[in-house]
């Protein structure tokens, strides 16, 4: 019988990962957004990091492909966004 972690080998699974990956990246954008520190956009960088490396493990694996599409183009989306903040910030 194959081993899983203590978590729900749904949330073990590639296409979950990045799923749950870029919700994280999307919630720390919101809070980048919000409260425009140094720190809160530095914490966003190494999200949006985390969930490229997610998502290209998930590809990797050939899991839900549709999904790994959803998730790179919202990923895309806020990486954009976060462009858009930081131009904000230096004007």
Known sequence: M?????????QDHPSTLSS????????????????QEE?????????????E?????AENYGEHLDIVQQNK????LIKQQLHDVQKKEER
Do not use: P
Not at 2 to 10: L, N, V
Not at 39 to 51: C, L, N, P, R, W
């Open 2 to 10: 194959a081993k899983h972690s203590d978590t729900s080998w749904k």
């Open 20 to 35: 749950n990956s870029v919700q994280k990246a999307e919630r720390m954008l919101k809070i980048a957004k919000s409260h």
């Open 39 to 51: 720190m809160a956009v530095e914490h966003i960088f190494d999200q949006i990091s985390h969930a």
């Open 53 to 57: 490396n997610a998502i290209m493990n």
């Open 73 to 76: 183009e919202q990923l895309a």
